[in-house]
DNA sequence: TATCCGTGGCT
DNA sequence: TAGCCAAGGAT
């Protein structure tokens, strides 16, 4: 019952174990929902340094939304999830324009803004504003499907459903944020997904996984999906000690990234097909392809890429662009004043040692 | 409901 | 080592 989920117990708890982290030194909406955004699917660890240079260079919500869209993707280049940061920007100027630059205090006004959804707009509503609103993240599913020992995959409605319930009904009424903090502080501590640590759980005489000893069986996870490895062909495109490089499109993959041209390798292609065609494709350009400079593996969450990096030069004409997203010629030195994607930095080094 | 969307740390 | 996992949202 509710003593299962009790939140005396858990606050009591938070208060004395709670780890100090940056966005806990404030009380700025602003700031809390920066570190929220930041902290979606991502570990704190992870989030400190780039929260700590966002807040720094862009202190308010005007700030950031004053901000070109290049120099804030350039500082949340390596945090990943990148539609994540084109959200967040178009969110802070509809606070900028529609909202007088005040982060909206009520779930209704809230919840509307890109980037926000059913979790965040609990957490920074509870969080900032002291709105009794109960958040739903990978921690409190796994807390209380132990506390409640719930079968049944964990994103079945049935199951989405009965965690929603049991925390709707168990957060705290006078200390929503910190009952939704400590929720999730004591996922992230103590009941881990490998070895949780019951010893020093606060409500462990009420869980069920812990009875039965079954603390790991849950949640349960659907059935997993093989991830395909696609062969990628790279060209590094010299011409008076510059580099070619391209920006992606707005939406999608890596949206915004620059990065250097080529494609995937098709089934029964050549690297240097594959070269050919996407250049012809992106940039109206029939490259001479040379040496492999390179080669590096990335994953992602639905498939992994082997990248192949060739130089390679053009001859008549000049790469255009054909798909109107833009193009430019770089020295190696300006490879880190833009953003790229990880897979591609992982090439710097060779392709640094190739041009030598 | 299922899939897409990154990256780094951990075991 | 290879897979699992993390303070999810959009479509």
């Not at 804030?72 to 280049?77: A, G, Q, R, S, Y």
């Not at 501590?189 to 069986?217: F, I, N």
């Not at 390798?265 to 050549?270: A, S």
């Amino acid at each position: 019952m509710t003593d299962i989920l009790d939140a005396g117990l858990l606050l009591s708890w938070y208060d004395t174990h709670k780890r100090i982290l940056p966005w806990r030194q404030t009380r700025d909406p602003y700031r809390i929902w920066l570190s929220e955004v930041m902290l979606q699917q991502t570990q704190v660890a992870t989030v400190i340094p780039y929260y700590n240079r966002f807040t720094d260079a862009f202190p308010d919500a005007t700030a950031l939304a004053d901000a070109q869209d290049d120099r804030v993707l350039k500082m949340w280049e390596g945090l990943g999830y990148y539609n994540r940061c084109h959200n967040l920007l178009k969110a802070m100027r509809k606070v900028r324009d529609e909202h007088g630059g005040r982060v909206p205090d009520t779930p209704e006004a809230f919840s509307g803004l890109p980037g926000v959804g059913p979790y965040t707009c609990a957490a920074v509503q509870s969080i900032a504003f002291g709105h009794s609103l109960a958040a739903v993240d990978g921690n409190v599913n796994r807390v209380v499907t132990r506390l409640f020992a719930l079968d049944g995959v964990v994103t079945s409605a049935g199951v989405k459903r009965a965690i929603q319930d049991a925390v709707d009904s168990a957060v705290s009424e006078t200390r929503p944020g910190d009952f939704n903090q400590a929720m999730m502080e004591l996922g992230a501590t103590v009941c881990t997904p490998r070895r949780p640590d019951c010893s020093r759980c606060p409500l462990r005489s009420g869980c069920k996984a812990r009875a039965l000893g079954r603390q790991e069986a849950f949640p349960v996870k659907g059935a997993k999906k093989a991830v395909p490895l696609y062969p990628v062909a790279l060209a590094v495109v010299v011409k008076d000690g510059k580099i070619l490089v391209q920006k992606r499109p707005a939406k999608g993959h890596l949206a915004g990234m620059w990065e250097f041209p080529g494609g995937r390798v098709l089934t029964g292609e050549t690297h240097e097909d594959a070269l050919g065609r996407c250049l012809m494709d992106e940039l109206g350009v029939v490259p001479a392809v040379g040496k492999l400079v390179g080669s590096v593996t990335h994953a992602y969450s639905h498939f992994r890429v082997q990248l192949y990096l060739y130089l390679a030069e053009v001859g008549g004409g000049s790469p255009t662009s054909k798909k109107g997203q833009p193009v430019d010629w770089i020295t190696t030195e300006d490879l880190n004043r833009l953003a790229f994607p990880t897979a591609n930095r992982k090439l710097f080094p060779l392709l640094v040692e190739a041009l030598g």
